[in-house]
């Protein structure tokens, strides 16, 4: 009855949008936690069968931190109170519980959460400016995070295609983080669980991009140094485009080492697409020069077709 009453309490807030999950021992609590991975609030009481509610908050808390935790009792004895400050529980409530308590709580965790994301995020898109330049600063990785990195190369200066903005962006938004670079646009994608960065890769398509637009998408991790070298491998890899094909998805995992000669070949014609843009004339005639006569002599027939489809 406690159980129905607490929903009955959220949904009279207007409090619709919340997922109620209801575990009636500290093993299914933990069990909970585990098959769900973000649980925002857990409201939990001392005294339960078996694993009691001090002991379920023990266990849960090293692998899910970011949990705001209630400790429910009717019993205000001060060993109770002494042990779950101990444990950092956010605040030890006395039961039954009114319908203003639970609106406090959802309010201070609410404020909570936008503070810590927005840490979250600042620390993340510092790791991610200091990574790109090969500086270590691990500390800036949020601990209890998983990551993924997406790299959107862009060959082409018409205004639609620069300021195109990817569905899976705009959709998962609060997730994301983009920084520009001379390769095109980083994005980050973060979650405390792994669930959720591959269901947001699993969204986007191997191809149909604006002309142009290339995807390259990297694993999912929670290690920094690990993490790090997957964003140096997808921007030294990122040229082979040429070669391989524009306007499709290319997945790290799945990426086999080109030639140095075929990557460094690759990167000259980027050079020749960037003087084209930017307008440096005498370098590009230069680079034609050196590239057009040897075209149908070096290069096998499939990737003259992609390399045309690149300078098109």
């Given at each position: ?222 290690d920094p140094a690990k993490m790090s070298a997957q ?82």
């Amino acid at each position: 009855m406690i159980h129905v009453s607490i929903e009955f309490c959220l949904r009279q807030l207007g409090e619709t949008q919340l997922q109620v999950l209801h575990a009636y021992n500290g093993s299914e609590m933990l069990a909970c936690m585990e098959e769900n991975r973000s649980i925002d609030i857990a409201l939990v009481y001392v005294r339960m069968p078996g694993t009691d509610g001090l002991a379920a908050i023990a266990s849960a808390r090293p692998q899910w931190p970011h949990t705001h935790y209630y400790i429910m009792s009717s019993f205000s004895e001060f060993e109770y109170a002494r042990e779950a400050i101990r444990l950092s529980v956010t605040e030890y409530l006395l039961k039954p519980l009114a319908p203003e308590d639970l609106a406090r709580v959802l309010s201070q965790v609410r404020e909570k959460q936008a503070g810590q994301e927005k840490q979250v995020r600042d620390s993340f898109r510092s790791w991610l400016e200091s990574a790109l330049h090969h500086r270590d600063v691990s500390y800036l990785y949020a601990s209890g995070y998983h990551t993924a990195i997406v790299l959107l190369t862009c060959d082409s200066n018409q205004e639609d295609v620069l300021f195109w903005v990817p569905p899976f962006v705009t959709a998962h938004h609060s997730r994301i983080l983009s920084l520009p670079c001379h390769e095109g646009t980083l994005l980050l994608i973060y979650a405390g669980a792994p669930g959720l960065i591959h269901e947001i890769l699993g969204s986007i398509p191997k191809k149909g991009y604006p002309a142009g637009i290339s995807v390259f998408v990297s694993s999912v991790c929670h290690d920094p140094a690990k993490m790090s070298a997957q964003l140096h491998q997808i921007l030294d890899l990122s040229p082979c485009r040429i070669f391989t094909g524009i306007g499709i998805r290319y997945d790290l995992a799945a990426m086999g080492e080109p030639a140095l000669h075929t990557l460094d070949t690759a990167r000259q014609w980027l050079a020749l697409r960037d003087s084209y843009f930017e307008q440096q004339y005498t370098a590009y005639v230069s680079l034609c020069a050196r590239f057009l006569p040897s075209l149908d002599k070096e290069i096998p027939l499939q990737q003259l077709v992609h390399l045309s489809a690149f300078i098109q």
